[in-house]
């Protein structure tokens, strides 16, 4: 299950971010009752859905950073928004199910409170902040890494870069573990089709094919859960295009004699 956005986003949400910035100056106070609200009701929104047995885990998606720092300082994140994502994550493991959580930006000043929060996995790497494969070495043995195929590496390289850094990565993490294979963010219609597939390619090909659907499954759902809605112009669109990469993988599939689908 995933929340109806995080923290820091609702905030920024409601007021606006230039807001935001200002009423962090002009009025402390303010700004504390307003994530007051909005951590509150989170927390109550995750202690809901954390009840039901057929949830096997709950997803804190929250926006924190862009390329170079994080979007309020760190000291204000610490603040206001941390607390409340502590929080979470105890709602979420008094129930006994993992806490995820997808944060985009730079994480390089927070990476201590980070790993305090007590997350069990983190989701969205790219190139230019911190290369997946260097912030697995940052995380194994504390949190796990889910994803992480940069975005524009999956557009811009070719088939054989991404299926051959895919299995570099499998193979950097096999042992120790922690690292579901997938991409850095969500995978948009202009992610050529078999760029995606190069990318499962590297599971099904290699030598984790026994481990294959375990692998599938991450990604799949890590495709649909980090997918925003389309705007209803191009919905039609996306859902022909989905139902398009679904009938071609599945097509892949079948010559190759397995059962998996996705």
């Known amino acids: 299950v995933m929340g109806p956005g995080g923290v820091l986003e609702n905030a920024i949400g409601l007021v606006g971010y230039d807001n935001l910035c200002m009423m962090l100056y002009d009025d402390r106070e303010l700004v ?8 509150s009701s989170l927390v109550e929104y995750y202690r809901l859905c954390a009840r039901y047995d057929s949830v096997g885990a709950l997803i804190s998606n929250d926006d924190w950073g862009f390329n170079t720092q994080t979007m309020l300082s760190p000291a204000d994140l610490r603040e206001f928004v941390f607390p409340w994502h502590k929080r979470i994550v105890e709602t979420i493991h008094a129930a006994g199910k993992p806490a995820i959580l997808h ?4 994480y390089t000043m927070i990476f201590d409170d980070l790993l305090a929060l007590g997350y069990d996995a983190r989701h969205s790497y790219e190139d230019k902040i911190v290369p997946v494969e260097q912030a697995y070495e940052q ?3 504390k949190m796990a890494v889910l994803g992480g195929i940069d975005m524009n590496y999956l557009i811009c390289s070719s088939e054989e870069e991404i299926t051959a850094r895919c299995r570099r990565i499998l193979e950097q993490t096999k042992e120790r573990g922690g690292y579901a294979l ?4 969500s995978i948009p219609d202009y992610v050529p089709d078999e760029h995606y597939f190069a990318m499962l390619r590297a599971v099904k090909e290699g030598k984790w094919k026994k481990n294959a659907f375990r692998y599938f499954v991450c990604l799949r759902v890590w495709e649909l859960c980090f997918s925003a809605p389309a705007p209803q112009a191009v919905r039609t669109k996306n859902i022909s295009f989905r ?5 071609a993988w599945n097509r892949h599939i079948r010559k190759a004699g397995s059962r998996l689908t996705i």
């Not at 504390?32 to 951590?39: A, L, N, Q, R, S």
């Not at 139902?243 to 009938?247: I, N, Y």
């Open 139 to 141: 995380f194994v043995g």
């Open 103 to 106: 944060s985009c930006g730079n």
């Open 32 to 39: 504390g009752d307003i994530f007051e609200k909005i951590g």
């Open 182 to 185: 997938g991409s850095g963010n």
């Open 243 to 247: 139902k398009r990469r679904r009938r």
